[in-house]
Every structure is written in structure tokens, then in C-alpha cells.
T-cell receptor, first 114, second 116 residues
């Protein structure tokens, strides 16, 4: 079983739709949760990061973490064609003075149709 | 803020030659940088963790003599692919860790290596 599971998609939605992207994980030690967006042939761009459980909102993006269910989500409101990209979830734990390496999901390919 | 650059963005080389890729944190200091490899339509594969002033830590299965990492300053890490072969062709991406409460990683734009 992988530490982090993410549906690879592809996920196709019409412009303006609400998009829900999800990851599940197995390691209860994970405390830091991130979402990255990666356009084709580019490096990943950090979108959101959260600590422990709860919600965080930034513009059209909302990140949710449910540690009891080991489940994280990224919601995109009013999706735009420019949101078409691969979305990667990533998480890490802290041991001692610094966080451990990031563990990534496989990424979900999102296509927003105009 | 938190910008990471990579150079070159793409490189083509002949089999048997060595290629150096630079990763720079432009507006912050990074004690730790990471090197990843990504195959088409796949997620990132961590190759090694680069620590300023000390030896890199390689992931299992990554040949340290083939992928030489040097982290000579708090803003620069280099990856040298030695004696490159066609199977080393890939997208190489670095990241730099911003040491805050979340230790977030910021990624460079990637380097596409093609070995002929």
C-alpha cells in the first residue's frame, strides 16, 4: 500500500464548476499537508499548505484536512481553463528539529473545458 | 518571494559526457535542497537530499557516483550526471526548503535532459 493515494484522473469539468481533488494517506504521523500545481513541462508550484486538521482558504482555493479519516481535499471554485494542470498532494512529518522529506501523491490531471 | 531557479532549462548531450545542473534559491537561504526526477505522466521521484556543507543523502537505488551532488553555499546546489546514457534522459527538478514552521519546499522550473 502506498503511503499516499491520489486518483490520477483525468478529471474533466466545464468552466465555472467546483472541482474537488482528494488524497488519502496511511501514516498518522503526517502533520504538514501541501497542494502543488504543475503545468506540463514545468516545476510544481506551491498552492496551499496546512498544518494538522482544519480548513484553509485562499481566493478560489480551499484546502481541507481530516486527520481522523486520513483524508485531505483541495476545492477549486469557479474553475477556469487556466486551472488545467496536474495537482499533486504532498505531506510530511516532523522528527526532531525539521520536517522529513515530502511524500507525494501521483497527481490528478485536471482539464477545465471552456 | 521563495523563488528557485534552475539552469539550464534544457540540455542535449552525447552519451558518455557529464552534465551539470544548477539549482539556486534566489531570495532565501536554503540549508536543505532536494533533487527529484520525473518521468512523463508520473509523479516526482526523490533522488537525494542535499545539505549545505555536508554529503548528500541518496534514496535507495540512486547511484551516488553517477549523480554527484554538491551544496557549496546556502543558495546553490548542483547535480552532475556523470557518464550520461540515454536512460538518464528525464526531467530533473530541484526544490529548496524554506525553514519556517511548515518547512515548505519551493521548486525550480526543472531541467529537461536528453542524452543521445
Amino acid at each position: 500500500q502506498k503511503e499516499v493515494e491520489q486518483d490520477p484522473g483525468p478529471l474533466s469539468v466545464p468552466e465555472g464548476a467546483i472541482v474537488s481533488l482528494n488524497c488519502t494517506y496511511s501514516n498518522s504521523a503526517f502533520q504538514y499537508f501541501m497542494w502543488y500545481r504543475q503545468y506540463s513541462r514545468k516545476g510544481p508550484e506551491l498552492l496551499m499548505y496546512t498544518y494538522s486538521s482544519g480548513n484553509k482558504e485562499d481566493g478560489r482555493f480551499t484546502a481541507q484536512v481530516d486527520k481522523s479519516s486520513k483524508y485531505i481535499s483541495l476545492f477549486i471554485r469557479d474553475s477556469q481553463p487556466s486551472d488545467s494542470a496536474t495537482y499533486l498532494c504532498a505531506m510530511s512529518a516532523r522528527y526532531g528539529g525539521a520536517t522529513n522529506k515530502l511524500i507525494f501523491g501521483t497527481g490528478t490531471l485536471l482539464a477545465v473545458q471552456p | 518571494g521563495a523563488v528557485v531557479s534552475q539552469h539550464p532549462s534544457w540540455v542535449i548531450c552525447k552519451s558518455g559526457t557529464s552534465v551539470k545542473i544548477e539549482c539556486r534559491s534566489l531570495d532565501f537561504q536554503a540549508t536543505t535542497m532536494f533533487w527529484y526526477r520525473q518521468f512523463p505522466k508520473q509523479s516526482l521521484m526523490l533522488m537525494a537530499t542535499s545539505n549545505e556543507g555536508s554529503k548528500a543523502t541518496y534514496e535507495q537505488g540512486v547511484e551516488k557516483d553517477k549523480f554527484l551532488i554538491n551544496h557549496a553555499s546556502l543558495t546553490l546546489s548542483t547535480l552532475t550526471v556523470t557518464s550520461a546514457h540515454p536512460e538518464d534522459s528525464s526531467f530533473y527538478i530541484c526544490s529548496a526548503r524554506l525553514e519556517t514552521w511548515a518547512d515548505t519546499q519551493y521548486f525550480g522550473p526543472g531541467t529537461r535532459l536528453t542524452v543521445l
